[in-house]
């Protein structure tokens, strides 16, 4: 299984919006809306951000959103903050599960 | 609230068996819902899903991994387990344990702090 392809980094400055992709194939992101974002802080746990394309869990901020088109995945983040900047990672069941390389975010 | 916590030997000889165990506290292992998963970083690389166990024992694996990885459960402890065998250099990383939710799509909703383990002689 190869891993999802993620831009290696993203930035954008206080306030605005971001898009980081996720391209798979039919065999995991195209397949299923099985779907998963995490954030990582470095020397933190990794956090879920949205699970299933596009649903928050319970304590996530609603400037957080995902969505699916075809065999590319998206994350959103609006009104970036300065603590949104971290490693985000994609993830999609396909008979087991496949992370994407992840990608810096960087807030300027 | 549900905590998982990575613990084992940090550094392993080439060749060697790595073993870690995740204890898990705040919640039952032998719940129905989730299975428990093993993932690992690399310094400098992505996240690379191990593999993953079921209460009843069932197992899935990485393809790229099967050959040298064993998970386990002992639900008598609420923990579970990683053996990934004839480590190399390569085998080096943070690595992390975590719950996967059966019912968000099996989503890893909860991660231990991880922990990392250098292959060395």
């Known amino acids: 299984q190869s891993a999802l392809t993620q831009p290696a980094s993203v930035s954008g400055s206080p306030g605005q919006s971001i898009t980081i992709s996720c391209t798979g194939t039919s065999s995991d992101v195209g397949g299923y809306n099985y779907v998963s974002w995490y954030q990582h802080h470095p020397g933190k746990a990794p956090k879920l951000m949205i699970y299933e394309v596009s649903n928050r869990p319970s304590g996530v901020s609603n400037r957080f959103s995902g969505s699916k088109s075809g065999n590319t995945a998206s994350l959103t983040i609006s009104g970036l903050q300065a603590e949104d900047e971290a490693d985000y990672y994609c993830s999609s069941y396909t008979s087991s599960r496949v992370f994407g390389g992840g990608t810096k975010l960087t807030v300027l | 609230q549900v905590q998982l916590q990575e613990s084992g030997p940090g550094l392993v000889k080439p060749s060697q068996t790595l073993s870690l165990t995740c204890t898990v506290s705040?919640?039952?292992?032998?719940?129905?819902?989730?299975?428990w998963s093993w993932i690992r970083q690399p310094a400098g690389k992505g996240l690379e899903w191990i593999g993953r166990i079921y209460t009843s024992g069932s197992t899935n694996y990485n393809p790229s991994l099967k050959s040298r990885v064993t998970i386990s459960v002992d639900t008598s402890k609420n923990q579970f387990s990683l053996k990934l065998s004839s480590v190399t250099a390569a085998d080096t990383a943070v690595y992390y344990c975590a719950r996967t939710d059966i019912y968000i799509g099996g989503a890893l909703d909860y991660w231990g702090q991880g922990t990392l383990v250098t292959v060395s002689s």
């Open positions: 705040g919640g039952s292992i032998s719940s129905g819902s989730y299975y």
